[in-house]
């Protein structure tokens, strides 16, 4: 895995976007896995910054999310869906039938599963960007997460929710369950792009970058990937002395 580290949550947007940018002016019919969460957002303002100023166009891209929450649909404000949409599908020249978030409400939930992996294998993601949550989960792929698998409906751990309540008015309004790409479904990608920002990033970043790889910590399986950069902040490496030490600067 290679790290780049950089000075703040600003540089670390600009050079995630620096990657996307690179990846659909080298293929305009890239394939972005994209993520949600705070910590991508400011990557998603620069590439629509970069698309006003620039015109870099999205006409051919074709993007897909890693999950959603169950029981939510697309008009929800902290759906998935609703997210991609007003971060970033309705600011840049994407064509909504080319952006893939799983169905939150699908009647039969087993079934959105199955097709969504079929999709994710079929499409062939070019680009991955992740967050990691707290408990170093990377998705909605909980610690005791297999690495073999495939896009299921997870449970989310009290931890997760807790954390995710910050967009929502109270921690029961979270929903218990989510549709998420596997961990196998991620390593797919062709490149993945980890970002993390913040302190409170300090200790799964240590766990990632010191520990072992097991599946009770999710993201360690992406050490078993050829084709990873990590771009995280100096305060999210806090706990990574031996990293800092050869930091790459990301300016
Ligand atoms: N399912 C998402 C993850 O994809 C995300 O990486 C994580 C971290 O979120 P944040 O970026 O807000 O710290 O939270 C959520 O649970």
Redesign the pocket.
């Known amino acids: 895995m290679k790290v780049v580290a950089v000075r703040d949550y600003q540089e670390m947007s600009d050079l995630a976007a620096k990657y996307i940018i690179q990846q659909v002016k080298k293929k305009p019919s890239s394939v972005l896995g994209l993520?949600?969460?705070?910590?991508?957002k400011g990557t998603y303002q620069k590439l629509i910054e970069d698309a006003e100023k620039n015109g870099t166009s999205y006409a051919q891209v074709r993007t897909i999310n890693?999950?959603e929450y169950v029981g939510l649909g697309q008009d929800h404000p902290q759906s998935y869906r609703y997210f991609m949409k007003a971060n970033l599908f309705n600011h840049i020249d994407i064509l909504k039938k080319n952006t893939y978030v799983p169905n939150g409400k699908a009647f039969n939930l087993d079934e959105e599963c199955q097709c969504y992996e079929q999709l994710v294998r079929s499409i062939g993601v070019d680009l991955q960007l992740?967050?990691?949550?707290v408990n170093g989960?990377?998705?909605?792929n909980e610690p005791g997460t297999p690495f073999h698998s495939s896009t299921h409906i997870v449970k989310l751990a009290d931890s997760?929710r807790k954390?995710?309540s910050r967009f929502f008015e109270t921690v029961e309004e979270v929903p218990k369950s989510?549709i998420?790409m596997g961990i196998d479904s991620i390593l797919q990608s062709k490149e993945i792009v980890l970002l993390a920002s913040g302190s409170k990033?300090a200790d799964a970043l240590q766990k990632l970058v010191s520990g072992k790889t097991e599946d009770k910590f999710p993201a360690s399986a992406l050490k078993l990937h050829p084709n990873v950069t990590l771009i995280a902040d100096y305060e999210a490496l806090a706990k990574v002395p031996q990293v800092v030490g050869s930091i790459v600067e990301g300016k």
Not at 130 to 133: A, D, K, P, Q, V
Not at 137 to 140: L, S
């Open positions: 993520a949600t969460g705070s910590t991508p890693l999950d992740l967050g990691i949550g989960h990377i998705g909605f997760t954390a995710n989510a998420t990033k």
